[in-house]
């Protein structure tokens, strides 16, 4: 445990047991922390009153040479205070978003006939910004929809009343195709013009029913008027706003205006989606990676993103739904878990976008750094197996047999979580009669290992034996006689439930479904019994025609001897050709085999 220097003892001591910010700072004065907490006595003071629990957290603690504080209100203040000081600052020991990216927003310009347009540059004149937008696709697809809808003006000419009252403006070919109505000519009333723009702020903030629903009472209006060709040009729009509505509208409509936040921790990484849903379609979805740099739980990393997010997006929503449970408390926002409903298939929704986007990086990762894909996976089971070392090399061990008859094991090797296919092996029971699976294990373990040891070979990090607790303590024993129990890393995996024993616990531990490491593992069970079946069959069916031959009059075993000298396999005897077994046992012998093989095929 470090211990704090006497200047910072006392800081310590006279710390305030109120909710605040503190930053950590090193010798060179540089803040490498930011922090929050609710009581900043009892929070700053537990980095000091006991070990560490991770080696990060150690490092950190061992470099702090000052703090300083600032106390605020209440927790939220706190959350929103620590989110801007980790931006401001970017200290070394705070976790970060990863996504540094510009997006573009879409403005609606400060001026007379206001211009709608996408940028990426933020100019406080006034105007407003509606994003950002992570997707540029949705951006264009609403930029697309406006222009369908809205008759707007693209030029970037000074519409001031006075300007066109000099009337030296003229239309342009936008005016003739009828995109425009010819503002600049004052051919279009502002008022008119700004009602649209009022309907683009509604439709940009998600409000689509407010525009349809405003559209329609016009429409009816002109009807009743029997103004029916102005009535048919909103019914257009209104078909095309509904058109799009119904493909974003992906939830109830009833749900009116909610964010959605779901985590997925890995080791050093988070992967976080949100989603901002408006009148049941999303106006919002982004996905992103938080890099990890202490011991930072769901919980820490998604008060930081959700206050970062809202921010972000000018989210008003009220309502927060998330599948981590929050101790925080934001003001005029209630924070949820659904457990079913439309509410919950949100949340479903958003744990699927962060699935994929998981997916989508180890691939980009495995194909651009294939080294640090593999070191990626190689640290997960070590940390998944309590293991030592790095798992460079790994061993699987597997039996078969029948009825207890041709029993063999395999042994296949992975190194660098790959298959070493020239490594693998397979065992001939010498010792073990009958059906016995766990005598068999121990001889097969027993053999491979004394044999590496005779020549002078490095033993794996990690085995695995393919079995539960019975065939584990046959190998275990194995390892024993050999003197090298505890050498190396030893678990058993049973079928059925994918359960993973250990040595000396009784209860199994089980892996994510999900998990890289249990994937790995899979993949050499799977592999050892596909190696360990293939010699079974291979030996079964050597043995069944050996056996047939000795019935044959004048295939006897020398016969039989120089067939396999020369063909290898028994398969390779009955695909040879009648004068390459003339060659080797004689035209008569090879007559006499080859009746035998086409009676045997012909049953």
């Known amino acids: ?41 009892k929070r700053v003071n537990s980095y000091f009153n006991k070990e560490p629990e991770n080696g990060k957290t150690a490092v950190l603690v061992r470099q702090i040479v000052d703090l300083q504080y600032i106390v605020v209100d209440t927790e939220m203040d706190a959350l929103l205070l620590e989110n801007n000081l980790i931006k401001k600052y970017q200290p070394k020991y705070n976790i970060q978003l990863k996504d540094d990216k510009t997006y573009p927003w879409i403005c609606v310009k400060k001026e007379a006939y206001p211009r709608v347009f996408s940028t990426r540059r933020l100019v406080r004149d006034g105007s407003n910004y509606y994003g950002p937008y992570p997707n540029v696709k949705v951006m264009h697809t609403l930029l697309s929809l406006i222009k369908e809808v809205y008759p707007l003006r693209t030029c970037s000419l000074d519409l001031s009343p006075d300007k066109i009252a000099t009337k030296k403006y003229k239309v342009c070919l936008e005016f003739h195709i ?56 909103i019914k257009e729009k209104v078909d095309t706003l509904e ?44 996905t992103t990676s938080v890099k ?32 981590v449970p929050l101790d925080l408390s934001f003001p005029g926002l209630t924070i949820s878990i659904p457990q079913r409903g439309d509410k919950k298939q949100l949340i479903e929704l958003s744990q699927r976008n962060t699935k994929f986007y998981k997916l989508d990086k180890e691939r980009q990762e495995k194909i651009i750094d294939p080294e640090r894909h593999t070191n990626r996976i190689l640290e997960t089971i070590k940390s998944d197996f309590r293991l030592k070392d790095l798992p460079v ?28 296919k020239a490594d693998y092996r397979h065992f001939n029971v010498q010792t073990v009669e009958g059906p016995d699976d766990f005598a068999t294990m121990e001889e097969a ?10 020549e002078g070979q490095t033993l794996p990090q990690l085995v695995i034996i393919d079995g539960g607790k019975g065939q584990l303590s046959s190998a275990l024993t194995a390892l024993e006689r050999l003197g090298i129990r505890g050498q190396m890393a030893i678990v058993g995996i049973a079928k059925r439930l994918e359960e993973i024993f250990f040595p000396g616990d009784s209860l199994p531990i089980y892996l994510d479904k999900r998990s890289e490491s249990l994937k790995v593992i899979q993949h050499m069970r799977n592999e050892a019994h596909r190696f360990g079946i293939t010699h079974h069959r291979n030996k079964r069916s050597k043995n069944a025609f050996q056996s047939s031959l000795a019935d044959v009059p004048g295939i006897g075993p020398k016969t039989y001897e120089s067939l396999m000298k020369q063909f290898k396999t028994v398969s390779a005897i009955r695909e040879a050709s009648e004068e390459d077994l003339n060659n080797v046992i004689g035209k008569s012998k ?3 085999l080859l009746d035998f093989l086409q009676s045997a095929e012909k049953k």
């Open 292 to 323: 990890k740099k202490l011991n930072e739980t769901a919980a820490d990393i998604l008060g930081y993103v959700i206050s970062e997010f809202r921010e972000r997006f000018n989210s008003q929503s009220t309502e927060l739904l998330t599948d």
């Open 445 to 454: 373990v027993f053999r491979r290992y004394r044999r590496l040891i005779d």
């Open 178 to 233: 009828g995109n425009c109505l010819g503002p600049c000519a004052g051919l279009q009333e502002q008022s008119a013009y700004n009602q649209y723009i009022d309907e683009i702020d509604h439709l940009l903030k998600g409000n689509i029913g407010q525009v349809i629903q405003g559209l329609k009472k016009r429409m009816m209006t002109f009807a009743s008027e029997q103004a029916y060709e102005a009535a048919q040009e």
């Open 243 to 286: 058109k799009y509505q119904a493909k974003s509208t992906i939830v109830s409509p009833s749900i009116r205006a909610v964010d959605v936040c779901t985590l997925l921790n890995d080791n050093d990484v988070a992967y976080v989606n949100y989603l901002c849903i408006q009148d049941g379609s999303i106006i919002h979805a982004y």
């Open 393 to 420: 090399h790994m061993e699987c061990f597997d039996n078969s047999n029948l009825q207890g008859t041709n029993a063999v094991s395999a042994c296949v090797v992975f190194k660098n979580a790959k298959p070493s």
């Open 590 to 592: 090879a007559s006499i």
């Open 1 to 41: 445990m470090a211990l704090p220097n006497d200047s910072l003892r006392v800081k310590l001591q006279t710390l305030p047991d109120k909710p605040g910010v503190y930053q950590y700072l090193n010798k060179e004065g540089t803040i490498i922390y930011v922090g929050k907490a609710k009581n900043l006595k």
